[in-house]
T-cell receptor
Framework: AQSVTQLGSHVSVSEGALVLLRCNYS??????LFWYVQYPNQGLQLLLK??????LVKGINGFEAEFKKSETSFHLTKPSAHMSDAAEYFC????????????FGAGTTVTVRA | DGGITQSPKYLFRKEGQNVTLSCEQN?????MYWYRQDPGQGLRLIYY???????QKGDIAEGYSVSREKKESFPLTVTSAQKNPTAFYLC???????????FGEGSRLTVL
């Protein structure tokens, strides 16, 4: 079964600094990978997704992620953090099109220091 | 506007009581899901449904029940058999084969 591991449950960055959130996947087939963001007491919103096209995926709010098969990774980055980026971020994997279900990582909480 | 509506947003119950969480979507999505979220554990799948009148157990279905009588609706009942029901519950939907989930704003259940 597919799974993802998010390294680091909390990340603290200064405003304007690089945001780097790490995600490694385990999948027996070429995976579909997703990053979601959750603001306090709200549902999740899709940031970006990888579906076997370009390995560098651009998402909303200036985020991007790079699929590296050799490292089984799908790390999320943003060059310059903004206060509004403070949230919890989840990596998820699916074996689509064979499986509707997503398996989520434990999440990484990002705090942004002024 | 299209979206997913969950209600109630906050719910308190006494031990031994069943409660039902509502989830309605007007996105015309075929698939619907219920996830449970606990701090530090990410999201865990309770039940999912790909078509009306059909649903499957997820990873943590014990103590929960669902129905899918209409495409738009996928209510979740937390029964008294659920040993640790206090959690944040999220409903989601997706188009067939998409993998992109659209989430509601969640329901926070607290057992007193």
């Amino acid at each position: 079964a597919q799974s993802v591991t998010q390294l680091g449950s909390h990340v603290s960055v200064s405003e304007g600094a690089l945001v780097l959130l790490r995600c490694n996947y385990s999948s027996s087939v070429p995976p579909y990978l997703f990053w979601y963001v959750q603001y306090p007491n709200q549902g999740l919103q899709l940031l970006l997704k990888y579906t076997s096209a370009a390995t560098l995926v651009k998402g909303i709010n200036g985020f991007e992620a790079e699929f590296k098969k050799s490292e089984t990774s799908f790390h999320l980055t943003k060059p310059s953090a903004h206060m509004s980026d403070a949230a919890e971020y989840f990596c998820a994997v699916s074996d689509l099109p064979n499986d509707y279900k997503l398996s989520f990582g434990a999440g990484t909480t990002v705090t942004v220091r002024a | 506007d299209g979206g997913i509506t969950q209600s109630p947003k906050y719910l308190f119950r006494k031990e031994g009581q069943n409660v039902t969480l509502s989830c309605e979507q007007n996105l015309n999505h075929d698939a619907m899901y219920w996830y449970r979220q606990d701090p530090g554990q990410g999201l865990r799948l309770i039940y999912y449904s790909q078509i009306v009148n059909d649903f499957q157990k997820g990873d943590i279905a014990e103590g929960y029940s669902v129905s899918r009588e209409k495409k738009e609706s996928f209510p979740l009942t937390v029964t008294s058999a659920q040993k640790n029901p206090t959690a944040f519950y999220l409903c989601a939907s997706s188009r067939q084969g998409s993998g992109e989930l659209f989430f509601g704003e969640g329901s926070r259940l607290t057992v007193l």
